[in-house]
């Protein structure tokens, strides 16, 4: 996260002198150092980030692709005069252990057209879906399987 705010620093400064180099990293470090004392951040969390970073990388690049496949779905079926949606609400659990994985998988599924997240209590989500078609294999989407690697301890 230090190494974070410090290229942020640098690329809102334009420029790379030693003098911003220098206060770039003694502002870093008391940002650092604000978000460790004040909102609960540990050092660890850098370690994990960086240990899963090609898994998280996958991720969102898996993203990306299922937005585009339902961009294209979605576009069909409001296009498609023949075609009647059947909205549903769908209600699944998952075996997902931290909050991480839990809220970034329903970001995802909001994130991805012609579903939105309704509500996430403990391990239990709702679902609206444009289509009852979209909410089949909700609960063992790939964003499920990708977010269960990330989570386990290698």
């Known amino acids: 996260m230090f190494v ?3 290229l942020v620093w640098i690329v809102f400064n334009g420029q790379f002198t030693l003098e911003i180099a220098l206060f770039g990293i003694a502002i870093s470090g008391a940002m650092y150092w604000f978000i460790c004392r004040f909102f609960d951040y540990k050092p660890g969390y850098d ?4 240990k899963k970073a090609p898994l998280l990388i996958h ?5 990306v692709i299922e937005i585009l496949k339902a961009n294209g779905t979605v576009f069909q ?7 009647e949606p059947e909205p549903a609400i769908v209600h699944f659990k998952t075996d997902l252990q931290t909050t991480f994985a839990r809220v970034l998988l329903a970001n995802s599924i909001t994130l991805t057209p012609g579903t939105i997240t309704v509500s996430l209590e403990d391990d239990v989500y709702t679902v609206h ?3 009852k078609e979209l ?11 990708l977010l269960e690697r ?3 301890k290698d």
Do not use: N, P, Q, W
């Open 4 to 6: 974070l705010f410090f």
């Open 47 to 50: 370690l994990f980030l960086c």
């Open 59 to 63: 991720y969102l690049i898996t993203l």
């Open 77 to 83: 079926m409001i296009y498609s005069a023949k075609y």
């Open 129 to 131: 879906c444009l289509d």
């Open 135 to 145: 909410a089949k294999g909700i609960d063992s989407s790939v964003f499920v399987k």
């Open 150 to 152: 990330i989570e386990r």
